[in-house]
């Protein structure tokens, strides 16, 4: 079936930037996804990324794609303490969002 | 734009007992998922369904486990018995195809 995954933890001071990458084995993925899971909630998505495209930019967020390898990161620039999470990477298969195990990022001030 | 709303958002209740999730999702979505998240396992699939109908229910643990989506607006995720070992958040999502899925706040259940 289809995997997707993600190292388990990083850790970056505030101010730098953070890359959290995934793989994926899914060749038929469409869309890709971040989503970000703070203690206690839900996850909340955060940007995404059609499967014919490279790169997006949003804000301090950048998502980068490359299809041959299956490799998706995303950046997050001057992070903040603010950004500490949990962050899950997500494709869509034929039929299906497949999640991966989560990265949790902690911001040392 | 109310999301998606769960209730209970916290649930403990002693082994043995009957326990009821719900789930109201994002008016005009047509998917609805229920999710299980545990430290050891993570982010699990248990069932979804499209236009109330359930398509895939191969990750619903055993038969103790039953889900419903009696209309568009509700769903329910049923455990009886429940068991020490199904303490977990469980989520809900919905989607509207092709659009990604959005969660609700879980409900966070303890069985003692």
């Known amino acids: 079936g289809e995997d997707v995954e993600q190292s388990l933890f990083l850790s970056v001071r505030e101010g730098d930037s953070s890359v959290i990458n995934c793989t994926y084995t899914?060749?038929?993925?469409?869309?890709l996804y971040w989503y970000k899971q703070e203690p206690g909630a839900g996850l909340q998505l955060l940007t995404y990324i059609f499967s014919n495209m490279d790169m997006k930019q949003d804000q301090r967020l950048t998502v980068l794609l490359n299809k041959k390898d299956k490799h998706l990161s995303l950046r997050i620039a001057d992070t903040q303490t603010g950004d500490s999470a949990i962050y899950f990477c997500a494709e869509r298969g034929y039929q299906k969002v497949t999640f991966g195990t989560g990265t949790k990022l902690q911001v040392i001030p | 734009d109310a999301g998606v709303i769960q209730s209970p958002r916290h649930e403990v209740t002693e082994m043995g007992q009957e326990v009821t999730l719900r789930c109201k999702p994002i008016?005009?979505?047509?998917?609805l998922f229920w999710y299980r998240q545990t430290m050891m396992r993570g982010l699990e699939l248990l069932i979804y369904?499209?236009?109330?109908?359930?398509?895939?229910d191969s990750g619903m643990p055993e038969d103790r486990f039953s889900a419903k989506m009696p209309n568009a607006s509700f769903s329910t995720l049923k455990i009886q018995p429940s068991e020490p070992r199904d303490s977990a958040v469980y989520f809900c999502?919905?989607?509207?195809?092709?659009?990604?899925?959005?969660f609700g706040d879980g409900t966070r259940l303890s069985i003692l």
């Open positions: 999502a919905s989607s509207a195809e092709p659009q990604p899925q959005h």
């Open positions: 008016s005009g979505h047509d998917y």
């Open positions: 369904f499209n236009n109330n109908v359930p398509i895939d």
């Open positions: 899914d060749s038929s993925s469409t869309y």
